[in-house]
C-alpha cells in the first residue's frame, strides 16, 4: 500500500467537469490496487483499495463478469488515464469510451463509471469518503506551498537575468552601439516598481482560481517536480535516521525558504503525463544564474 501512496502523491492533478461538477482528481493504478483523490475546492475525498476489494466489488457489480483483479484494474487505468489527460478537450467529436458521473452520498462522494469489457457490459463505483487532514497536507498544503517558494525562487532568478541584460546593453551603448529601431527601446528593470505594478495590474486576474481548471492546466509540471522532490528529501531523512524535528525536517520548501525575499511571478510551461501507470513529469532542474554586481542602471540611450 505504500507504494500507491507514493505513487499517487506523485501524480498530477488533472481537471475534470462531470455534468454539473467540476472537479479536480488524481489517481494511481497497480496490479495490487488503485488509489484516488478528488477534490471540487471545498472537500477533499480518497480511496485507496487493495486487488481482494477490487475483486469483491467487481462481482457484486459485474455478475456476468469473471477475471482476475489486475485485469478489472488494468482496464479501470485504460479508462481513467484518457479522461484525466483529455477532460478539457474532449467533446461530441472525441466521446470518451466510458461515462462518468458522480453523486454524494452524505460524507462519501460515488464516483460512477459505465463502459465495456470483452463485449460486456462493465460497471464500477468510487466510493470515496472525506480525506483525513494529513492527506489534504501532503497532496495539497506542503506541495502548493512548495511551488509557491520555486515560483518566487524562478522568478528571482528571472530579475537577476533581467538585470544582467540590462548591464550588457548599456555596455554596448558605452561602446558606440546604436539602436536602430526605436520602438525596441525599453526601460531599465526596476524589481520595485514592475512589483507594484503587477500587483495592480495583474494580481486580480493572475490568482483567480475558479473551478480549478487554471491550476490543473498550468502547474503541474512543477507541482508533480515538487512532490517528487519532497519524497526524495524524506528518503534521505530516513536513511540517516533523522526525526522529523531535525533542522534539516522540511526538505526543499525550507531550502528555499532560506534564501532571501525578493518575490516575483513565473509560469512553468505543462507538460503530460506518461500513460504507464497514470505518469508523472520528472523534476525540473532550475539553472543557477550569478547575481550581477549591484550598480546604478542606465536605460538604452539615456
Known sequence: MEELEQGLLMQPWAWLQLGENSLLAKAFITKQGYALLISDLQQVWHEQVDALVVSQRAKELN????????????????LLFPLFKDSAQQDA????????SCDRVAETLILRVRSELSGLPFNWHFHCTAASSSQVSQHLIRPLMGVSLALQCHGRELAALLRMKDLEIQGYQ?????????????????EHS?????????????????DGRAFA????????????????????????????????????????????????????????????????????????????KRKKLRGLFS
Not at 63 to 78: D, G, M, V, Y
Not at 93 to 100: E, I, N
Not at 174 to 190: H, I, M
Open 63 to 78: 455478475k456476468r463478469l469473471t477475471a482476475p483483479p489486475s485485469a478489472f484494474l488494468h482496464h479501470l487505468e485504460e
Open 93 to 100: 467529436a472525441h466521446p470518451s469510451k466510458a461515462d462518468f
Open 174 to 190: 558605452e561602446s558606440g552601439a546604436v539602436l536602430s529601431r526605436s520602438r525596441l527601446k525599453t526601460e531599465p528593470f526596476e
Open 194 to 210: 514592475f512589483l507594484e505594478q503587477f500587483m495592480v495590474e495583474k494580481l486580480p486576474e493572475a490568482c483567480t482560481v475558479g
Open 217 to 292: 492546466l498550468s502547474l503541474q509540471n512543477l507541482y508533480v517536480a515538487v512532490t517528487k522532490q519532497q519524497i526524495q528529501a524524506g528518503q534521505k531523512r530516513q536513511g540517516s535516521g533523522e526525526t522529523s524535528g531535525s533542522p534539516t525536517s522540511q526538505g526543499t520548501d525550507s531550502q528555499l525558504l532560506k534564501q532571501p525575499e525578493q518575490p516575483v511571478s513565473s509560469t512553468p510551461a505543462l507538460s503530460e503525463p506518461e500513460p504507464e501507470p497514470l505518469g508523472a513529469s520528472g523534476p525540473v532542474q532550475r539553472p543557477q544564474l550569478a547575481k550581477a
